[in-house]
Every structure is written in structure tokens, then in C-alpha cells.
């Protein structure tokens, strides 16, 4: 068994004074040390991945991007290339993550391109997929989840599926009120989440093997924090989380990192 927890920094920590603190903190606190099967990475603003690669030198804690431009190179203005996220050591990529999707306008067969551009690079990506709460009171979870993992995955062979990571994040559980005017944001419970990612792996299953689904790390996220991590991360098919705003302090992150350790001792 393993985990992988992820922090997406978002557009919440933006200064080189208070990412340093930031990391130095966590590093500190949860990065010096190999923890046998638990991974974890911090997505950040582009701008400061430089700044953290220094930073998170000699740490275990992992680099990763929040997104980056479909395409290789070109007259693209204000994109950032897979290239320079190559050279700046980042480990892992966010890939439609809803917030791109929703309100940036991001479209599958640009995601597709993304996660195969990235494999191309030795790149992982975190390709990022969820309902919003419309779509779940439609009764339309099935096919918008199918739909983004068939975009998605368009092309790509069973042994990149070994470099892939796929959140599954309800959108009406992000901490975001900008995607969810008028709802009350909350995690998913257990078994919706359960649920969730028991549909995602069998659509693995169907349109890969059993065994490349059964090995797939597949995290949640949507309001994880350290009062409901431990319920979410002991069920057997969350194999980790995407934090956002518990990610952006160490004394919210520490708790989920020792809450997977736990589990897996
Ligand atoms: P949240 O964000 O943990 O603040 O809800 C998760 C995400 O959007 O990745």
C-alpha cells in the first residue's frame, strides 16, 4: 500500500518570504525523513518553483506544477512550457484540475495533449476529474466522469498508466465559492467517495486490464483536512489526497502526512 499526498498551493502563497517560511516549516517538520509509502508533493505558483527547488533540496517533499501549456514552444503568450518545468525538477503535474476546467475554459482534447506532452517529458501528470453538484443531482456522474477520463486518457498506453495519478474532486466539495455559488461546500462522505473512486478504477478496468487499474493511485480531493483524513484515507480505493487549502500550512499538512503513516503501519 501506498500514498501519495499532494498540496495544491493555488494562488494562495504568492511571496518569496512567505514561501520560504513556509517550506522551511514543513521540510522541517515532515521532509527530512523518507517515510516508506508515502509520497508527497507541493503543486506551486510557477513563479516560485525556482525559488522551491532550491528549497526543497535534500527534502523528500516533491516539486510539482499546477498546470502547463499544451504545447511544446511557440508564440503562446503567457503559457509556461513543459520544458522549463523539466528544468526546474518538478516531479509532478495538475492537469484539469476543475478550477482550470470550470473557469479558465480548459477542454479535454487540450488535456489530452497535456498529459502526453508531459508523459513525453517524464513528467507525471495528476489528471484531475469531478462532478459538479448539478451534474450529481442529474444523475449525470456516470457519463461526466466517463467522459473526462475517455478525453483524457485518448491515446494513452497501459504502461504510462504507471506514471499517472488521477484525483478524483467532487467540485462542489472544493473549498472554492466561486464553483459552487450558493452551496454549501463539504468533503465527501466515506462512501461517496468510496463510490466514486470505485467507478473510476472499473472504468480502468474495462478500458485497460485489471491489473493496471488495481496498481492506479487514485487520491481525493475536496475540503481533505486533518479531522476527516483519516476516514477517507482508511477506505482501500483513496490511495492519497489533493489538499489545497490544508496544504498551505504545516500545522494541517503534518497531521494528514502522520494520519497516512498510521494507516500504513
Ligand atoms: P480544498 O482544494 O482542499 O481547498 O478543497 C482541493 C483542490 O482543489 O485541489
Redesign the pocket.
Known sequence: MKFVLGG?WKLQINTIEDTITTLRDMTSKFGTQQIDGVEIFLALPFTLLSLAKEELKGSTIQLAAQNVASTEKGAYTGEVSVESLVELDVEYVLVG???RRIIFGEKGPELNKKMKLLLEHNLKPVYCVGETAQQRQSGLFDEVISQQLAEGFEGITEDALSEIIIAY?PVW????PELNPGIEIQAATPEQAIDAHKFIRSWFVTNYSDDAASRLIIQY????KPSNAETLLSQSDINGG?????SLRSETLGPIVDIAVKLLS
Open positions: 495544491n484540475h476543475s478550477e474532486e466539495a472544493i473549498n472554492n480531493g475536496g475540503s481533505m489533493l489538499i489545497g487549502g490544508a
